[in-house]
């Protein structure tokens, strides 16, 4: 989704705003732009397509300054294009801006009487115009942001600039994040932290409704209310190391390849003796866990997928009910919450709109607390819930999220086992499951030697439109999760099924076209799936089996690939690897663009 990036400083910067946009590129992007102070005013940069094409621009230019902000699009109002490129632009003021004006079309109107004439389809180009309406009525650049954000309705991170206060910036954000960095002598706007880790990792986290002004000389943070207030600086954990490709192809093959370390990060500190801490979910989690009576699960995408496997989890071994939904239904039904329930959202990101949403939505509802599964710390979902489990995957850049979903399995394998503990999950159980936890590094790298047969295998779906994953019990979401990476990165359309609705509809489309992927670790559903697969079989359909070495014998599949055994909280993870593999090889076999897949986006910050 859309990325910002200002600095205010005594050198020349625009090689730094390119930079800064360059590695928000993950977020997913169509157009980008840079807007600086020159002698005569604002001069701007726009191109559709890649930052290296506006970096292209730039050298073509010369064009240079010492103050400026920069911005990479997503287009949400009006097509990918030049013209609706930030940064925009009115007289003497330029605007970058993420997220959504919801009242865009009534203050163009009102714009549109007042004399001010419109260069885009955007709903940016409304502020650009209201901060020069106020200037010109002789307000500062702070006190115009100050009166303009209030008439806002929706979500927005902006940045705004002008000639008449060369040097200042003024940010400000609601519902869209946005950090201020702190360098000596300058200062930057981002939003978020990876665009500025190679200028530094100290960081003020902008709060709902704050507006910040900086200059070379420092920042000071309003509330939307107008008070001054102070905003802790905090050092990153992420060092710019974290996000550089090193010799691998793509991020998310590097990605695939840090999930052995991801997975160890995320249980560091977390067992110990061959128990879950229960302390890692705070203070009282005791008292807590003991107090849940229900566990809504709650997020998008990816992350809907661990959930989905999380309420198998919770409810075997903890004996819990527990419902999985997506943010964006959740939010706009009426849900009824029993006493008694726990509201636990998971995200990466930790800034997804909907899940954010969900979660404030939440907050106002009786739930017990509201905990978070989340990548990154001081997100907005993580400073908006009362207990936090971070994943420490570390950065994920690739948009496809591979080392993310395996960490949130993790998270919430470590859950589903400390709730069930409280609840009287007999001893042997536990321990198996605490075993295999830890014992899940290992297997990653094990499993992760298949990489090479599936690659070989990833030439056979090249030529395919379709494809099919089925799967049961945990399995269902791992298919999911397989069947969103293949349609994610290499455009081939495919659907998962749960393997016993196969009959009821999908097999229609079962022919020698149609690949049938299944995922099948030897659980207790094996025998019932092993029958699903010779429907398939019957029909002429090709099969691929991704199984561990218990279940081969006797399976007829044109392709077998065999996993390691594992056991009901491994499985899902280990099952999940070949098919982030598969994906992946049959992405660049099409030769599509795997890390930034068209039109799509790492982190949805709008609705
Ligand atoms: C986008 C990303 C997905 C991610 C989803 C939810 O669609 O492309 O990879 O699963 O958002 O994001 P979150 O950050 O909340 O996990």
Redesign the pocket.
């Known amino acids: 989704m859309c990325g910002i990036v200002g600095i205010s400083a005594q050198r020349n910067i625009v090689k730094h705003l390119i930079d800064g946009l360059a590695a928000l590129e993950y977020r ?1 992007y169509d157009s980008a732009g840079v807007a600086l102070l020159g002698p005569d005013g604002i001069v701007r940069l726009r191109a559709k397509g890649k930052v290296r094409d506006l970096a292209a621009l730039q050298l073509e230019t010369g064009l240079d300054g010492h103050c400026g902000i920069a911005h990479t699009r997503w287009a949400t109002h009006g097509v990918p294009s030049e013209g609706n490129a930030h940064p925009h632009v009115s007289g003497q003021v330029s605007v970058v801006h993420n997220g959504i004006i919801e009242n865009h079309a009534a203050l163009r109107a009102e714009l549109q009487a007042q004399g001010y004439e419109f260069s885009s389809q955007t709903d940016t180009e409304v502020i650009a115009h209201m901060v020069e309406r106020a200037q010109r009525a002789g307000r500062t650049l702070l006190q115009a942001v100050q009166e303009v954000v209030p008439q806002l309705h929706g979500a927005y991170a902006i940045v705004v600039v002008s000639a008449r206060e060369p040097g200042t910036l003024v940010g400000a954000r609601l519902g869209s994040p946005l950090v201020v960095g702190l360098g000596e002598g300058e200062q930057y706007f981002g939003s978020d932290v990876h665009a500025l880790l190679p200028l530094t990792r100290r960081f003020l986290y902008l709060e709902e409704g704050d507006v910040a002004e900086l200059s070379t000389a420092g920042v000071q943070v309003y509330t939307l209310a107008g008070e001054k207030v102070q905003r802790e600086v905090k050092e990153s954990q992420f060092n710019a190391d974290a996000v550089q490709r090193g010799d691998y192809a793509h991020y998310m093959l590097k990605e695939i390849h840090e999930q052995s370390q991801a997975v160890a990060d995320t249980l560091e500190g977390r067992i110990a003796g061959g128990k879950v801490l229960t302390q890692i979910f705070g203070v009282e989690a005791e008292q807590l866990l003991a107090a849940t009576q229900a566990v809504h699960i709650i ?7 661990a959930g989905l496997v999380a309420r198998y989890w919770i409810e075997q071994l903890a004996g819990v009910p527990c419902t999985t939904e997506i ?1 964006s239904e959740y939010r706009y039904r009426d849900p009824v919450v029993r006493e008694g329930t726990l509201f636990l ?8 709109a909907d ?1 954010l949403a969900a979660l404030k939505l939440a907050k106002q509802m009786p739930y017990l607390a509201q905990l978070a599964v ?3 710390p001081e997100s907005s ?1 993580v400073r908006e819930s009362s207990l936090v489990l971070m994943t420490r995957a570390g950065p994920e850049i690739g ?3 591979t080392k ?2 395996t960490t ?1 399995l993790v998270a919430l394998a470590l859950f589903a086992l400390a709730l069930g503990r409280v609840k009287g999950l007999d001893d042997a159980r536990y321990a198996d499951g605490v075993r295999q936890l830890e014992q899940l590094p290992g297997l990653i790298v094990e499993t992760l030697k298949l990489d090479a047969e599936i690659k070989t295998l990833a030439e056979r779906f090249t030529d395919k439109h379709h494809a099919l994953f089925l799967g049961r019990g945990t399995h269902w979401p791992v298919a999911m999760e397989g069947a969103l990476k293949l349609k ?1 990165i290499s455009y081939i359309h495919a659907e998962a099924y749960a393997a016993g609705e196969l009959k009821h509809g999908p097999l229609a489309l079962v022919d020698e076209d149609m690949p049938v992927i299944a995922v099948a670790p030897n659980d207790r559903l094996i025998d019932k799936l092993k029958s699903n697969l010779e429907e398939v079989r019957a029909r002429g359909g090709q099969l691929y089996a991704f199984v561990d070495e218990t279940v081969a014998h006797g399976l007829d599949a044109a392709h077998v690939v065999i996993l390691p055994a594992a056991g009901e909280i491994a499985a899902p993870v280990i099952s999940t690897l070949p098919l982030q593999l598969l994906s992946y090889h049959v992405a660049v076999l099409r030769g599509t663009d795997v890390d930034q897949p068209r039109n ?5 910050t709008v609705e």
């Open positions: 997913g997020a998008c995408g990816t992350s809907y997928h943010a959202t998971i995200s990466q990101s930790g800034e997804t899940t989340c990548n990154v979902i948009v496809a999220s993310a979903f949130q994610e799509l986006a790492k982190s949805v």
